[in-house]
């Protein structure tokens, strides 16, 4: 997007209330103030109506033949179309027992494929939460987590307290962070180029390539896809400048990774 251009904004929404609740009413707020600035043009998916059913259904056909074999691909047609096709999107949920919503979560599950085929590089994203009092950081940085691994880069994160907002104080700081975050957006699409990995990215890479060479036997549509971006020979998704020492960083723990899976030396979980 350069100056002038139209901002398309895709809006994820994880509300039962839809844009009418505490969490759209935010981020309407937001996407005013970014209105204020630019041109925008905006597209809302609520997850709550995207009817993917309960749990995804695990069978995997995503992984191993393609997304298209999904059962629930249809229903979600138009939050793909949104993903492919904002310059900017902004996930948003309510925090329920101090996690993104079920229908979040749902979302998020839908799209697990993106970890083995990861397509949203270079497009930014703003992540929102509301709460009555806590969990923000479970949530916001769930949401972090789960996009990055599908490429999208977090620019801006808000989480805020939906009955603090009766108080002047706390209003003000929340009217403070829109304005800043508005501008990010509209900054940040403008000039935004894919960010520089940090290890963690780096570590995921190679995470993410030892998911798909260890599917291989499965099928073939994760290894063709990696195979067609060179993936298997690189240190990263993209042409982004790879910080050499992080790359080590990465290599050294890929390396204790496939060790430790090979020799069935690794731990279980103990918390
Ligand atoms: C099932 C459920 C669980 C919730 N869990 C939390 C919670 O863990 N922490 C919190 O501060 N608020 C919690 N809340 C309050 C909501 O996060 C809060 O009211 C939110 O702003 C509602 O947004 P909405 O109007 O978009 O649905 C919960 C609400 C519900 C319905």
New binding site residues.
């Given amino acids: 997007m350069t100056t002038g251009e139209l901002l398309r904004i895709g809006v994820v929404i994880g ?3 839809g844009m009418a ?4 009413a935010l981020v309407q707020e937001l996407l005013d103030r970014v209105a204020d600035l630019t041109a925008t043009e905006v597209t809302v998916v609520e997850t709550e109506t995207l009817r993917l059913g309960g749990s995804c259904s695990a069978c995997l056909s995503c992984m191993t033949d393609g997304e298209a074999t999904c059962p629930n691909i249809g229903n979600s047609d138009p939050a793909t179309t949104l993903l492919d096709t904002s310059d900017l999107v902004v996930f948003a949920t ?6 993104v ?1 079920a229908t979040m979560k749902r979302f998020v599950d839908h799209y697990a494929y993106l970890i083995h085929r990861p397509r949203h590089f270079g497009t930014p994203a703003v992540l929102i939460s ?6 923000h950081d479970a949530a916001l940085g769930y949401l972090a987590e789960a996009t990055r691994r599908w490429g999208f880069h977090t620019i801006a994160q808000l989480g805020v ?2 009955p603090a907002l009766a108080r002047a104080p706390y209003r003000a700081r929340v009217d403070t962070a829109l304005a800043e975050i508005a501008e990010t957006i509209v900054d940040g699409t403008r000039n935004g180029k894919e960010p520089t990995p940090s290890t963690k990215d780096l570590i995921g890479f190679r995470v993410a390539r030892l998911l798909v060479q260890g599917g291989k036997d499965e099928g073939s549509v994760d290894e063709a896809y990696w195979n067609e971006r060179n993936w298997f020979d690189a240190d990263w998704f993209t042409d982004a400048k790879v910080p050499k020492l992080a790359n080590r960083l990465a290599a050294i723990i890929e390396g204790r990774i496939r060790s430790a899976i090979e020799k069935g030396s690794n731990k279980p979980f103990r918390g």
């Fill in positions: 509300s039962g209330h609740g505490t969490t759209g309510p925090v329920h027992s101090f996690h919503s509301t709460a009555a009092g806590a969990g307290n939906g």
